[in-house]
């Protein structure tokens, strides 16, 4: 694995806190490799968060070592969006850099449902 895409373990972000307990969260779901909670600015009725453990900053930066990290990240969004009950849908959204709206450098899913989503996006 090359070290030029991964977080130092001195990196901090507020979800580097979270997975720490160092900070409150509505923790809706965890395992080994990824935690959910709530979105403290929620941009739709279920604004949930699904965040690896592992330290990656952004999407751009994952390698072939990461495969099987961002299926479970995916497998993780879709039962915690059962278990959100969004049965009729809802919409995953990884922002990458800054010029996609990532403001957090720790790779989030954002999990949106709860009402229609429009089209396009942004």
């Known amino acids: 694995m090359s070290s030029y895409n991964r977080m130092s373990e001195t990196t901090e972000t507020i979800f580097s806190k979270i997975i720490r ?14 935690l959910a909670f709530t979105d ?45 009950g969004l049965e009729n849908g809802y919409r995953v959204v990884i922002n990458n850099g800054n010029d996609g709206g990532q403001t957090v450098y720790h790779l989030h899913l954002h999990i949106l449902g709860g009402r229609l989503m429009a089209w396009p996006p942004g």
Do not use: C, F, W
């Open 21 to 34: 307990r160092e900070i409150p969260a509505n923790i809706v779901y965890e395992d080994d490799l990824a």
């Open 40 to 84: 403290v600015h929620p941009q739709a009725p279920v604004h949930i968060l699904v965040i690896p453990k592992q330290p990656l900053a952004k999407l751009s930066d994952a390698d072939s070592h990461d495969h099987a990290l961002l299926g479970h990240l995916l497998l993780t969004a879709k039962r915690v969006a059962q278990k959100a």
